[in-house]
């Protein structure tokens, strides 16, 4: 796409056309879309192939539909290899990035006493998983410390943790949803490596922000959602499994007539590829739009996407941040287009009612979503502001001047 954007961009680098970009997004003449991280504005593409595949299961039956756009199916799996470096084999559907996260772990064989190594700022249902495999399975979860300087998790620290427990288990959350800190999930992935562990990083708020490379992260099961910052529809996500450990026979518990083969009354096999992770039924318009969304983020090209998102929201942080009684609350030396922070004098139902008022969109976060860095950070909740790349400057001086106001008149 063209330029409008070219300040920074290497001359190699695509370009982006925000009015373009911005036509082709519904949403953006209605809204001020500052909730990206919760699910980015679809566009039309996305939106168009969902409505004619829905069109089409009612004028011809939703198997028959199904069949007919077979080929515009696999290109989720295919697309989605694209976007991560993989092979389509390594990819899987799920209804959720959650979803896709559970399965993954009932893959692994629990035993009391098993280490879950994790990090201070994984999502809270993540958090809440490991607990639950505590009570299920006694399995210890470890928290590695996080770094004093505020980058996030002090890898150095985690690796030695790794050494002394061998985890059966190492799971880090690329950017939490409570924050724009980035977790360093490459250095990470290379100690696993070294060391052999598993490895299971939650990239759901990174994919469709940031380049994503499996191999480079070293990961062995990843997991997201198509409906935050690749812009595709509700009830989606998707895991990557490794050659290595789709190799290693690693199964989910639950599986179904998709992801196996009855060959006999006694037997079953699991399919070679990451397809063992979905299930049989789908949600093809869903499935539809989502290949769509991976498709036009690809157009758009992650690299100028990767360059703007941060920069847009590295912008809001600072005006935000010399407004008297905000506190912005994003710890690292580049953070993501998480934007978080508390404000004085209000309460947090009425603050995100009076943005929205304003027609413009946001989040709150809340201690249990974050037991870790809120209490660090002696908050009990934020607001949270997540741009994208089809943002624009003018929305975030006007959001970044409606929080000022509403500073100004806070009890
Ligand atoms: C970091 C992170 N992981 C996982 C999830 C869960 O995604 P889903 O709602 O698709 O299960 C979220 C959702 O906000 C998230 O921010």
């Not at 958090?127 to 299920?136: G, V, Y």
């Not at 812009?231 to 290595?244: A, E, I, T, W």
């Not at 539809?288 to 100028?304: D, S």
Request: aromatic share 8%; glycine share 8%.
């Amino acid at each position: 796409m063209k330029n409008h954007d070219s300040a920074s961009a290497s001359s190699s680098e695509p370009l982006l056309d925000l009015a373009a970009l911005r036509a082709d997004t519904p949403g953006c003449e209605a809204v001020i879309h500052f909730n990206n991280a919760g699910a980015g504005l679809m566009p039309r593409p996305v939106l168009q192939v969902m409505l004619d595949h829905l069109r089409l299961e009612a004028a011809i039956g939703g198997y028959e539909a199904s069949a007919a756009r077979a080929a515009e199916v696999a290109d989720f799996h295919a697309s989605i290899a694209e976007l991560l470096g993989a092979r389509p084999g390594n990819i899987a559907f799920a209804g959720s990035a959650t979803h896709a996260y559970t399965k993954a772990l009932s893959a692994i064989d629990f035993r009391p006493g098993d280490v879950i190594l994790t990090t201070r700022n994984d999502f809270v249902s993540n958090q809440i998983a490991f607990l639950a495999l505590r009570k299920r399975h006694g399995v210890i979860i470890v928290h590695a410390p996080d770094h004093p300087d505020g980058s996030g998790v002090d890898v150095d620290a985690m690796a030695g943790l790794m050494r002394t427990h061998r985890p059966r288990l190492v799971a880090a959350t690329h950017v939490p949803t409570n924050s724009g800190l980035v977790q360093p999930v490459a250095e990470i992935g290379r100690h696993c490596r070294e060391l052999d562990l598993l490895y299971l990083v939650d990239a759901c708020q990174s994919v469709g922000q940031y380049p994503i490379d499996v191999e480079e992260i070293g990961c062995d099961l990843l997991t997201a959602t198509c409906r935050k910052f690749l812009r595709g529809p509700r009830g989606s996500g998707f895991l990557y499994v490794s050659d290595r450990v789709l190799e290693a026979g690693y199964e989910p518990l639950h599986i179904d007539m998709h992801g196996a083969r009855w060959i006999a009354p006694g037997y079953y096999r699991p399919v070679d590829t990451a397809a063992r992770f979905e299930e049989w039924e789908f949600p093809y318009a869903t499935v539809l739009g989502c290949a769509a969304a991976v498709r036009y983020a690809l157009r758009v090209g992650v690299a100028p996407v990767a360059r703007r998102t941060p920069t847009l929201a590295a912008r809001l942080r600072e005006q935000l941040a010399a407004v008297p009684g905000v506190r912005t609350l994003d710890r690292g030396a580049a953070p993501a287009a998480l934007v978080t922070f508390a404000i004085e004098g209000w309460e947090a139902g009425p603050f995100k009612a009076a943005m929205d008022m304003r027609g413009i969109n946001s989040a709150l976060s809340y201690r249990e979503f974050a037991q870790f860095d809120f209490a660090d950070k002696e908050v009990e909740w934020c607001l949270r502001l997540s741009p994208h790349y089809y943002n624009t400057e003018d929305e975030i001086d006007t959001v970044a001047g409606a929080v000022a106001e509403l500073a100004r008149n806070a009890r």
